[in-house]
């Protein structure tokens, strides 16, 4: 409905402009790569979270595999990803130890609850793609944190992939069998 000169526009009936980021990189689907540091609200995330209340959120990634933890400051302990307890979604010892390390180097084992959701790669790329975002959640939580982490080597984001198959080889650098005649 147009609104005429004279007429009073209110405050709440004005709607706020939506404006777009101007970069041109930008793919449909990704996003803008600006992160809040600080703590923030269960309420405000985009995606859909298994608890409420502040946390710190970080994203850790291992090969093909990406995660992103959401670290809950005031909890029991509890570890979950994809909606699932850790210990039945990795039910591998090796890889329920590779989740804990962040929290044991610091002593926050059974302090903080942690949310994770881990996509693409295989369990073990998952596993440590957890690892990563929880020290990033941690560093976060606590910057008193970030030698101990950084001194275990768990901020480093191992960035090895699979390499490609090239054409007229059999997989990366394998050659097929060489004939004498």
Known sequence: MPIKKDEKIEEDKVKP????PSSGSLRPGSHSGLRASGPRTAGSSTGPSLRSGKYFYAVGGRKDAKSTVHLYAKGKGDITVNGKDYKEYFPYFEFQKIIEKPMEVVGEVGKVDISARARGGGKR???????HGIAMALDKYNVDFHTALKKEGLFTRDRRVKERKKPGLKRA???PQWQKR
Do not use: L, P, V
């Open 17 to 20: 402009k939506i404006t777009r």
């Open 125 to 131: 790329g998952q596993a440590e793609a957890i690892r």
């Open 173 to 175: 650098r394998r050659a």
